[in-house]
């Protein structure tokens, strides 16, 4: 059984930031990606920012320059620091991760239930 919880979402007014974070617990052998997405209403999921095991990052073209991502690896928790915040930023963020329960079975993924991030226009 593998969780992902995530925390930090809010209410946060334009310009300004929220750190979301996202611990996977469980039977876990290893983590490959991790990853944040969002779904605003009435659209589709959609990737915001991943980082890989070694530190390799990607980000949506709309949040280069504003967001971070970032990785304890021994912790097993990923971070997603939002620097100035838009109206179109908000959404339900979910964390995401590629794990393997053993050496022998490929990563799967598994999903946070999200939080929510509110910024008024």
């Known amino acids: 059984q593998v969780q992902l919880v995530e925390s930090g979402g809010g209410l946060v007014q334009a310009g300004g930031s929220l750190r979301l974070s996202c611990a996977a617990s469980?039977?876990?052998?290893?983590?490959?990606?991790m990853g944040w997405y969002r779904q605003a209403p009435g659209n589709e999921r959609e990737l915001v920012a991943a980082?890989?095991?070694?530190?390799?990052?990607n980000y949506a073209n709309s949040v280069k320059g504003r967001f971070t991502i970032s990785r304890d690896n021994t912790k097993n928790t990923v971070y997603l620091q939002m620097n100035n915040l838009k109206p179109e930023d908000t959404a339900v963020y979910y964390c995401?991760?590629?794990?393997?329960?053993?050496?022998?079975?490929?990563?799967?993924?598994?999903w946070g239930k999200g939080t929510l991030v509110t910024v008024p226009s």
């Open positions: 995401n991760g590629k794990i393997m329960l053993s050496p022998f079975r490929n990563g799967m993924d598994y």
């Open positions: 469980g039977s876990i052998f290893s983590i490959n990606s």
């Open positions: 980082i890989t095991g070694g530190g390799s990052t």
